[in-house]
């Protein structure tokens, strides 16, 4: 029987399946695990569940010793995790993508109309008793009929939300690495651009992509004044993305026309300056939070797990 190391609260449905083969060993706490507390629960383990809040380099990797086999990361995205120094060890990485993609889509659209019809501002001026009263041009926002959307990153995620906006009568532009099927861009009229040209001709932009050296920082104070004065920028991919700070000046200064944010920077940290601005929406990294997505992501690190645990090919691997 092998030990399991989970760093950080999990549904039952996944800790079970880890049980029904292994020992588990599973942080409980109200608050995130410290990370004195995980170095020292890591040694000897064979298998570690890690969440995206946990950052698993050699470090940690060494602290659990030559026996560690796989490292099962709970999300889609696996910044936090040193790839080539787990690979360097011979140690298998996964991590859980397609499950959470409508959902995190889903965020991304709301975002999209919270920020173009001013619903946060809405919310707020209701919920603090200030007087209001129906006017022809009381806090008028952007209709999204025949608009453009770009996407940053067209994988799973970026498609899905493209999908969306394609029902609402968007028209849909790109930037990705590569381009994508060809079915799937004449089902969503896509059309792939530079990132360049994306920032021009885009109404709302979503960002999709992953986050790493080549992408910090993508868009900054350069890349928001190539965009239009009437343009939405919604984040739900990863927050070191977005310079926050180039962005708050670019929202205070009308640069751009307002923005909405999933994830953060320093997460949980927020900027300050974005935190005055009325023209940007702030959600709490909900993009994968409904019941289902969670138990499923779960659920596929803990297959991951399990199958390299047994010797076998693991659903999920990176790379």
């Not at 932009?205 to 239009?228: D, F, R, V, W």
Request: charged share 20%.
């Amino acid at each position: 029987m092998s030990r399991v190391v989970v760093t950080g609260r999990i549904p039952d449905a996944a800790l079970e399946k880890l049980r029904a083969e292994h020992e588990v060993d599973a942080w409980t706490g109200p608050e995130s695990i410290s990370r004195e507390e995980l170095l020292r629960r890591v040694a000897g383990a064979d298998a570690i569940v890690s969440l995206l809040t946990e950052r698993v380099d050699g470090e940690l990797l060494d602290a659990a010793g030559p026996q560690l086999k796989v490292v099962s990361n709970v999300a889609v995205g696996y910044d936090n995790i040193d790839v080539p120094a787990c690979t360097e060890r011979g140690i298998v990485a996964t991590n859980t993508p397609g499950v959470l993609t409508e959902a995190t889509a889903d965020i991304a659209f709301g975002l999209i109309l919270m920020a173009t019809r001013r619903l946060g501002e809405g919310e707020r001026l209701i919920r603090a008793g200030q007087p209001w009263k129906w006017g022809m041009f009381f806090l008028l926002g952007s209709s999204l009929q025949g608009k453009t959307l770009g996407v940053v990153g067209m994988g799973g995620i970026g498609q899905a939300t493209a999908r969306r906006a394609k029902a609402f009568g968007m028209d849909i532009v790109y930037q990705s690495r590569s381009e994508i099927d060809p079915a799937i861009a004449a089902e969503l009229g896509a059309r792939r651009v530079d990132l360049d040209e994306l920032l021009t001709v885009s109404d709302v932009i979503s960002l999709h992509c992953p986050y790493g050296p080549n992408t910090h920082h993508l868009i900054g104070a350069e890349q928001l004044s190539a965009m239009k004065s009437s343009t939405y920028l919604v984040n739900t991919a990863r927050g070191p993305i977005v310079d926050e700070a180039a962005l708050a000046a670019a929202l205070r200064e009308g640069v751009i026309a307002g923005a909405g944010l999933d994830v953060f920077e320093k997460e949980p940290q927020v900027h300050p300056d974005l935190l005055d601005l009325e023209n940007v929406t702030l959600v709490p990294h909900l993009g994968s939070a409904t019941v289902e997505t969670r138990t499923a992501m779960a659920v596929l690190a803990a297959d991951n797990t399990l199958a390299v645990l047994r010797g076998e090919q693991p659903p999920t691997p990176i790379g």
